[in-house]
């Protein structure tokens, strides 16, 4: 697609209960980045993929979120027993992995853990 | 630590006014700062990148500038518009190509 393209947008969920969240970066983006969004804040890194595998993910809080890239592209972070302090904006962004590294970003998925 | 700070946090100005937003960096070893605009409910999209080499760069009414030696960095902005209502963020990359440090961002709001 042009674009970063995340889904869903939206997800309202109950504390307790697991989430999926979709990343499809550019294509032939080989480097892809989750981060976390607060309200007023930068964004925090999460995880980082270059290719398939998950190159750092120093930035995961704990280990309820997990995030996979099976086939290099479409990445997904699954979040378990999610609680109320998960609620955020995750962003997805990719980058050609070369170059001066310019980051393009999705437009999010809102989180919201009731 | 790598640290990047951006003042202020928060800015008003009216319509057709210039701004100037700043970015002080703590990141070692420096590779490159970019400046990312993100409109509300949007992801950042990039505005500027500055190298180590580079003192001032222009991208239409931005103008971003670099002083390596007091790692500062400032975005300024000529004859705001209501779209420049924005969350400006300031990110330094230093190491290897996938080490970057966000700053908090500058909450701008322009008023007619």
């Known amino acids: 697609g042009a674009g970063v393209s995340q889904t869903p947008s939206n997800k309202v969920t109950e504390k307790g209960k697991y989430v999926e969240l979709r990343c499809d970066p550019i294509?032939?983006?080989?480097?892809l980045y989750w981060y976390r969004q607060s309200l007023g804040q930068g964004p925090e890194f999460l995880i980082y993929?270059?290719?398939?595998?998950?190159?750092?993910d120093s930035g995961l809080p704990n280990d309820r979120f997990f995030a996979v890239r099976p086939e290099g592209s479409v990445s997904t972070l699954k979040i378990q027993r999610t609680e109320r302090g998960d609620s955020a904006v995750y962003l997805c962004?990719?980058?050609?992995?070369?170059?001066?590294?310019?980051?393009?970003f999705g437009e999010g998925s809102r989180l919201t853990v009731l | 630590k790598n640290q990047v700070e951006q003042s202020p946090q928060s800015l008003i100005i009216l319509e057709g006014k210039n701004c100037t937003l700043q970015?002080?960096?703590?990141?070692?070893?420096?590779?490159?700062l970019r400046w990312y605009k993100q409109d509300t409910g949007r992801g950042p999209v990039s505005l500027t990148i500055?190298?180590?080499?580079?003192n001032t760069k222009s991208n239409g009414r931005y103008t971003a500038t670099l002083d390596a030696d007091t790692k500062q960095s400032s975005l300024h902005i000529t004859a705001s518009q209501l779209s420049d209502s924005a969350s400006y963020i300031c990110?330094?990359?230093?190491?290897?190509?996938?080490?970057?440090?966000f700053g908090s961002g500058t909450q701008l709001t322009v008023l007619p």
């Open positions: 962004a990719s980058s050609a992995g070369r170059g001066d590294g310019e980051l393009f």
């Open positions: 294509s032939g983006h080989t480097a």
């Open positions: 993929f270059q290719g398939t595998g998950a190159a750092d």
């Open positions: 970015c002080n960096y703590t990141v070692s070893p420096f590779s490159n």
């Open positions: 500055m190298t180590f080499s580079e």
């Open positions: 990110v330094v990359r230093w190491g290897s190509a996938r080490q970057l440090t």
